[in-house]
């Protein structure tokens, strides 16, 4: 299995209040992803990296930053939660460059947002 | 834009049926690549197969089969001699080969339930 780990597994957090979700992966891998999952929409890009500190916008990336200072980190922040941010959150990792295209993903981490 | 649509919410079967899972999409790229995951009730994302766009031979692993199609942007998935251990939600998505934007694009996926 591909070394993710995703921090932390739950939460429940109050609406207006921030929240950072972890993503550490032991692989070295270049690139790493930040999904969303929720019943309809299958997996939704939020933002991606393909470096340290070099992050581009996803799909749904609107009330949602990241943060990437070393290779094995990604970190997604909900700057003010909001209940339409209720969601099923993986972290995803490939290295295309390397040849690795496709992606491994983290065991997700549920976020409900009251 | 790239899009990957998978009409088909929910299929239900019962045991030892054969059942193919409908995978269409959209790309302007001429290269790209193609995967399959399945998401079982633990709810982890599982790897299956990857395709390359410039290789069109259909692929067998075990019950597993894939059925690539460019000339109609179809990836289809079958599984013959279904069991109850295939239940789960089975997603196709696309990325693309070249340039920075590397991230995969995601059908909605189908919830494949296999009765005993």
């Known amino acids: 299995d591909a070394g993710i780990t995703q921090s932390p597994r739950h939460k429940v957090t109050e609406t207006g209040t921030p929240v950072t979700l972890r993503c550490h992966q032991t692989e070295n891998h270049r690139y790493m992803y930040w999904y969303r999952q929720d019943p309809g929409h299958g997996l939704r890009l939020i933002h991606y990296?393909?470096?340290?500190?070099?992050?581009d916008k996803g799909e749904v990336s609107d009330g949602y930053s990241v943060s990437r200072s070393k290779t094995e980190d990604f970190l997604l922040t909900l700057e003010s939660a909001t209940s339409s941010q209720t969601s099923v959150y993986f972290c995803?990792?490939?290295?295309?460059?390397?040849?690795?295209?496709?992606?491994?993903f983290g065991q997700g981490t549920r976020l409900t947002v009251v | 834009a790239q899009k990957v649509t998978q009409a088909q919410t929910e299929i239900s079967v019962v045991e030892k049926e054969d059942v193919t899972l409908d995978c269409v999409y959209e790309t302007r790229d001429t290269t790209y690549y193609l995967f399959w995951y399945k998401q079982p009730p633990s709810g982890e994302l599982v790897f299956l197969i990857r395709r390359n766009s410039f290789d069109e031979q259909n692929e067998i692993s075990g019950r597993y089969s894939w059925n690539f199609q460019k000339s109609t942007s179809s990836f289809n998935f079958t599984i013959t001699a279904s069991q109850v251990v295939d239940s789960a939600v089975y997603f196709c998505a696309l990325s693309r080969i070249a340039g920075s934007a590397r991230q995969l694009t995601f059908g909605s996926g189908t919830q494949l339930t296999v009765l005993p």
């Open positions: 995803a990792i490939s290295d295309p460059t390397g040849g690795i295209t496709e992606a491994f």
């Open positions: 990296s393909y470096g340290v500190k070099d992050t």
